[in-house]
């Protein structure tokens, strides 16, 4: 195959790739998300939903659910936990039914504040019985607490100890509540009674339809992660003395943790082939918590384990070492926008070496275009003396066929791993990059100038890099390729982080193609230098 023909598939390749990865979820939106309860004082939601849901008692292995009726309506608070940065609600049968952001960052358009636990689902500390009339008992009994009903932990940590008093065995929840949202959570039971705990159905605090990665995160004892998403839970997924148990949304999540011990881990299948999170109980269970951002700084300091609970998805291998990259810069300057911008250029300089070497190649093969035409007429009839004449042409001019592909192939992986990074990573939501203009880059650009600078800058790459199109159709594509993907960024709410990474990476590429193109001048005129003084003499 020619090698100009090679790219443009190439690039034709990137193009469709970009619109299935990014594009689809616009096209074929999913299901909303059921509606997250705004009532920070009371939780009160339908019962038969609920029913389904907090019935189903694990087995001795996790591995099954039991649908026995239970009533859990007219739910109330026991106690409210204020910090700096959250609200948490803890409800009379000792879960937390609700979890309030309450940083500027995270409001919404009419500035209220965010919930992030979805109003019928799973709730965080939820304890189910393997005793199917245990379990129907203890929906039907109310945990008791003696504390303040308003628990200050702005600066300070604070214990709150639960009771439920069973027929056969009384339950103790002892949960010491950090101002970071980290926590503790020691479970003891009167009697042995095979029971487990759930740090609760992921977070729903995340409508935008980006085909984001979402649903729980085990990680072993090995400290191989297993990653379970949404619709794709068997119900069997099971991982002994693990270290993290993590149910996450786009920008939070809700995680147990034991580095010392390991807890037995069970992924049960929910509705939708949902997947959710059970810890095996003991009769003394002492497990750490955590719940809120996927702060990196935030997790690291609790511990730095805990930092492997930011996924990133398909491209993991590639986007942590990137977000730790652009951690590290946004350390030494201070703003994320410029942050972005000086890791663009740092990744131009690792592949200029690769880039040029690729563009040089397309300049020689654009100038051997004549002759490749004229070896395709000579030879027409004979495919296998048409490539042996090409390669002899190749190897007497220094052209690599393969050349261009090289860095076309790495910048695939390169753009979609940084796109996870800027999609999921949650400090960039309220970063400021220019006061006036982009005051968030997780959110859209207002004034829709990076979109047009977007498109501009493709543009004009097109207009210098070398091609040479035969089919009409590619040529179409390939010359409304900038408007389409301009359109695009316009219509829909990309984060204005990822817009400014494409445009400074175009103009990144835009100078390597002018000193590319000069250097290939040079020695082109070297040449035909070389060439007519050879003759002379």
Known sequence: MEQQDLNKRLILALALSFFVFVGYSYLFPPVAPQAVEQNSTTSSP????????????????AQTTNNAPVTTANVSLLATVTSDTFKMNIDTFGRISQYELLEDKYKDEEGHNLHIL?????????????DIALNEEAFKTPYTYSGSADVDVRTSSQTLTLTQKLSSVTITKKITIEPTGAYTIDVSTSVPAAYFITPGHRPMADTSMYMLVRGVLVKGPDDVILTVEDGDAKGDETVKHAKIASAFDRYVATMFYDFDKGMNVSILKQAEDNPLIFVEGEQRLHLGGYIGPKEYHTLKAINPELTDAIEFGWF????????????????????WGWAIILFTLLVKLILFPLSYKGMMSM??????APKMKELKEKYKGDPAKLNAQMMEMYKKNG???????????????????????????????????????????????????????MGVSMWFQQKITPNN???????????????????????????????????????????????????????????????????DS
Request: with cysteine.
């Open 363 to 368: 300049q020689k093969l654009k100038d051997l």
């Open 46 to 61: 339908a019962a038969p939903a609920v029913a389904t849901q907090s019935t189903a008692a694990p087995t001795t292995t």
């Open 469 to 535: 199109f035969t089919d009409p159709l590619q040529e179409k594509i390939f010359q409304w390729f900038p408007v389409i993907m301009a359109g695009m960024f316009i219509i829909m709410p990309f984060p204005s982080g990822l817009v400014l990474y494409w445009v400074v990476n175009n103009l990144f590429t835009i100078g390597q193609q002018y000193i590319i193109n000069n250097a290939y001048q040079k020695h082109k005129a070297a040449a035909v230098a070389a060439h007519k003084k050879g003759k």
């Open 316 to 335: 993991t291998f590639l986007s942590k070492p990137f977000f730790k990259v652009l951690l590290w810069i946004h350390g030494l300057i201070g703003n």
């Open 399 to 453: 052209a690599n066929p393969m050349g261009g592909c090289l860095p076309m192939l790495l910048q695939i992986p390169v753009f979609f791993a940084l796109y996870r990074v800027l999609l999921n990573a949650d400090e960039l939501q309220g970063a400021v990059w220019i006061p006036g203009w982009i005051e968030n880059l997780a959110t859209a650009d207002p004034y829709y100038i990076l979109p047009v600078l």
């Open 118 to 130: 979805g109003a019928q689902e799973v709730k965080p500390l939820e304890v189910r019985f393997s």
